[in-house]
C-alpha cells in the first residue's frame, strides 16, 4: 500500500455483545451470542436459533415499535425512514466515533468517507410494496424507498453524519463488508479520502433470513450453543445473524497528528472470483486462494509472516471444505504453525455484515493479544484436518492475521491487517 492505514476506532453492536469489552470477554470465553428464536409466530418451522443483539427491538415494520438502549438517541424524524439494521448501524457509529475520540462536526471536512454493506430491509420492502399494491398503486410510504432498498445507510448515514466525501454502497452478499473495507482502503491509499468510515449492517428477520431454509443453507439444530460448528463434521448449515459493526480508517500522519491510539494496521486486501457457480463455492476455493496471494503481494507479504487466519466458514459443508482446501494451497508448507479459527460458531452468519465484523474482531486480538478458538469442534471434518484448528481462546501474541471472506456468485475478498506496537 502506498500509505499506511490504521484502524483507530471500532464500535459493536452484535449478538455477542454492544461493545468492545462485552464483545472481546464472549470471544475469549467462548461464549455464544445464538439464541431461540420464533419466525413468524410459527413452531414448526425447522429453523429456530439466530443471533440478534441484546437490548433492541427493532424486528416490527413499524418503526415506532421499535426500541433500543437509552444510551443512544435517535431523532424522530430519522428513525421514519431507517431500516430496522439502521438502528444498530447509528448506534454502532456513535460507538466507534466516541471510541476513535472524534465529533460529528469533525466528519465534514471532505476528507472523511463513508462506506456501506448492506442488503437493505427485506422486511421493510415486503411491507411497503404490499400496502402500495393493497391501495393498488395509489397510496405508498412516502419513506418506502429510503428505509428499504440497498442503499438504506448511505443514505441514512451519509446526511446524518454530514459526510462531503465519498459515500458509496456495497452489495456483494457475504463479501459485502470486506468490499467495504477494501475500497475504503484503497480510496486512503490513492489520496482521495484520508478518513473512512466503514458500516457493515444486517437485519436478522423471517423476511432476510428464511429464504436461505428454502436452499437448505441454514441450520436446523435447535440447541443455541451447538447448531453453528463451522469445520465439524456434523455441522448442518449456517445461523444467521444481525446488528452491525463500524471501524475508523485513517491514513496514518492523518491519525497520529490528532494523537489517535490504533488497534491495528490495515495492511493490504486483495479480491478473486471463482468463476464457477451461483451460489456455491469452487471445490478447490481457487477463487479464495487466489484472493489470498493477492491480498498478500498487496500487503508485500509472504505467508511466513501470517501467524493466523480468520476464516470466512459458515458452517456449510461446501464452503468449510473448499476454504480449507483454499488455505492449504496458500499454507501449504506452514500449515502446522498458522492457527485458523471462525468466529461464526460465536457470531452465527452475519451475511452482508461478516467482512466488517471479522476484521474488528482481528483487530482486538491483534490489540489484546489472544487467539480465539472454535466452539463445537468435537469432531474434525476429514476435509479440513490438515489446518491447525485451536479449540480454545488462547493468550497469544500475534503479529498478523489473514481475514477471509466469500459470497454467492464466487466473489472472495481478503484483507490482512499487523499489529501496531
Excluded at 413499524?62 to 444510551?71: F, K, L, Q
Excluded at 447448531?227 to 491519525?255: K, N
Excluded at 483454499?326 to 485458523?340: C, M, N, Q
Aim: proline letters at 4%.
Amino acid at each position: 500500500m502506498a500509505k499506511r492505514i490504521l484502524v483507530t476506532g471500532l464500535g459493536f453492536i452484535t449478538c455477542v455483545g454492544n461493545s468492545r469489552e462485552e464483545v472481546s470477554t464472549r470471544l475469549r470465553e467462548l461464549k455464544s451470542g445464538i439464541r431461540k428464536v420464533d419466525f413468524l409466530g410459527n413452531p414448526d418451522l425447522p429453523v429456530k436459533v439466530a443471533g440478534n443483539p441484546q437490548g433492541f427491538s427493532v424486528n416490527s415494520s413499524n418503526w415506532r415499535n421499535w426500541s433500543y438502549p437509552d444510551a443512544y438517541s435517535i431523532d424522530r424524524s430519522m428513525i421514519r425512514s431507517l431500516p430496522p439494521q439502521g438502528v444498530y448501524a447509528v448506534c454502532g457509529v456513535e460507538q466507534a466515533l466516541a471510541d476513535a475520540g472524534l465529533e460529528k462536526g469533525e466528519l465534514k471536512d471532505g476528507a472523511t468517507g463513508l462506506y456501506c454493506a448492506s442488503v437493505g430491509s427485506p422486511l421493510l420492502l415486503h411491507e411497503n410494496l404490499s400496502a402500495m399494491r393493497a391501495a393498488k398503486g395509489e397510496r405508498g410510504n412516502p419513506m418506502g424507498v429510503l428505509c428499504s432498498v440497498a442503499g438504506t445507510l448511505n443514505f441514512n448515514l451519509g446526511s446524518w453524519l454530514g459526510i462531503r466525501g465519498t459515500n458509496c454502497g456495497y452489495v456483494s452478499a457475504c463479501a459485502s463488508g470486506a468490499h467495504a473495507i477494501g475500497y475504503a482502503m484503497d480510496d486512503i491509499a490513492l489520496g482521495r479520502q484520508k478518513r473512512a468510515i466503514v458500516v457493515g449492517a444486517e437485519e436478522a428477520t423471517a423476511e432476510s433470513l428464511l429464504p436461505f431454509s428454502a436452499m437448505r443453507a441454514l441450520s436446523t439444530c435447535p440447541d443455541p450453543a451447538r447448531a453453528s460448528r463451522p469445520f465439524d463434521r456434523d455441522r448442518d448449515g449456517f445461523v444467521g445473524a444481525g446488528g452491525a459493526t463500524v471501524l475508523i480508517l485513517e491514513e496514518e500522519e492523518f491519525a497520529q497528528a490528532r494523537g489517535a491510539v490504533p488497534y491495528a494496521e490495515l495492511a493490504g486486501w486483495g479480491q478473486g472470483s471463482d468463476g464457477y457457480h451461483r451460489a456455491s463455492p469452487h471445490p478447490e476455493g481457487e477463487g479464495l486462494a487466489e484472493a489470498m496471494k493477492l491480498c498478500l503481494a498487496a500487503a508485500g507479504m509472504d505467508v511466513s509472516e501470517i501467524d493466523h487466519v480468520s476464516a470466512h466458514a459458515t458452517s456449510t459443508s461446501a464452503g468449510d471444505k473448499a476454504e480449507a482446501t483454499a488455505i492449504g494451497t496458500v499454507f501449504k508448507d506452514r500449515l502446522e504453525e498458522v492457527s485458523v479459527s471462525s468466529p461464526k460458531g460465536l457470531t452465527g452468519h452475519s451475511l452482508s455484515m461478516a467482512g466488517a465484523l471479522e476484521a474488528a474482531i482481528c483487530c482486538l486480538m491483534l490489540k489484546e493479544g489472544f487467539v480465539l478458538g472454535n466452539v463445537n469442534l468435537d469432531n474434525v471434518d476429514p476435509a479440513c484436518s490438515h489446518l491447525n484448528l485451536p479449540r480454545r481462546s488462547e493468550a497469544c501474541s500475534l503479529s498478523s492475521i489473514l481475514n477471509n471472506s466469500s459470497g454467492f456468485g464466487g466473489s472472495n475478498v481478503c484483507n490482512v491487517l499487523r499489529r501496531c506496537d
